[in-house]
């Protein structure tokens, strides 16, 4: 045990001084340096807050909806309800003309009642409410400009990285039991720019987030962008999250740019992947991924496979493979589904979260017609590999990898 433990100490003390901060070298190891400068809070904190992370993939869509229907009822709410009030009326007759036709029509007066009562309310005088009284010193023109307003600040007011922010992430590592694993250091510069390839996608990449956390604050030598949706930067609150994490469209042209100066992180499983998602199984949609290995092979860089555990167990979700909510979301470029975690809230199981780095994969080695099919296949030789074989310290059991 103990010769173990010296060789574990003098990796990580290797790795300090290979990808480490230079004004964290004079630690004895990189878990010396991450135990002495990581954030901690409570554990209740955690939750709160990954907690209100998590919610706003599902707060902010559903608020965009509610005001788009509020906007609709504040400028035709009154025609809207005469169109009701008539079809009601229509019904009544045609329930009156068929009386065995439904056991709740008797229900219809109590239902008409309470239409009629909210055309009414909408239509009463500024006077006679306080709502409508606000509404009338505030026209509808006024307020649809001002939410607009606010809104384009939020979707084109430029935000920068803020790597502060990134390493507030730091006080989630103790609720997901985090950890970050390199199969072999000695494999990476600091002068080389890597394609990492992440799998699997999971519903909200939490542990693809702690990972980029970790090395923002403790290996920065191989700090990169990661490439998220499209989609997540025409979205207020999201964006300014993005890209203060640092993130990028995932488009050709942004990771093209990324890899020209830098390091670029991407997801190849997509959406497609994230409708695999399930808490029984890490299922990869990587097969027929193969535009990744195709850019990485037209910039020369090389492609590292990386392996989140538990990223798939942090959520279950209502929608599933193959039906028509992934069928929208890939017409949209967007997920649409419901997932949950505790108490059927966003807030996500305590699952543990490891990542492990592969050894990069040199596309100069490859040539032919054939060379992105090779880079491909033994892309996904090494993401096997590497799940077998850190499949029981990450928490995996015995579960099989299914591509």
Sequence with gaps: THTTHTHIH????ALLTHLGPDDGQGYGSLAELVEARRLRCPRWLSYLTVGLFCSLYIIVPCLLIFIGVGFALCYRGKYIFETLEYVALQCASWLHTNPSA???????????????????????????????????????????????????????????????????????????QFELKLEDHTTFSADTHYLFVVQPHGLVPLGSLLGMSYIES???KMRGKFAAA?????????????LWLGAIRADRDCIV???QVGN???????????FHSNRREDELFLRHRASCFRLAKEMGVPVV???????????????????????????????????????????PYAAK??????????????????AVDNIHRDFMEQVERLYYKHREQAGQGSTPLKM
């Design 10 to 13: 003098l990796m990580s003390k």
């Design 102 to 176: 439904l056991a709740g029509a008797m229900h219809h007066n109590v239902f008409y009642s309470h239409l009629i009562s909210l055309k009414n309310f909408l239509a009463c005088p500024a006077e006679t409410s306080t709502l409508c009284a606000v509404c009338a010193a505030v026209s509808p023109s006024t307020a649809g400009l001002l939410c607009l307003g606010v809104l384009l600040l939020l979707l084109f007011y430029p935000h920068r990285y803020w790597p502060a922010f990134s390493r507030l992430l730091q006080i989630w590592y103790d609720l997901f």
């Design 218 to 220: 403790f290996l920065p």
């Design 230 to 242: 499209s989609v997540l930067f025409r979205l207020p609150i999201i964006r300014q999250v993005m």
């Design 257 to 259: 740019q990324q890899l």
């Design 264 to 274: 670029c992180f991407l997801m190849s499983g997509g959406i497609a992947e994230l």
């Design 305 to 347: 496979p990386v392996y989140c555990f538990g990223q798939t167990k942090l959520f279950d979700q209502l929608a599933s493979h193959g039906g028509w909510s992934m069928a929208v979301s890939r017409i949209l470029k967007s997920s649409i589904t419901y997932f949950w975690g505790h108490f059927y809230l966003p807030i």
């Design 353 to 370: 979260q490891t990542t492990v780095f592969g050894t990069p994969i040199d596309v100069a080695g490859y040539d032919g017609v054939d």
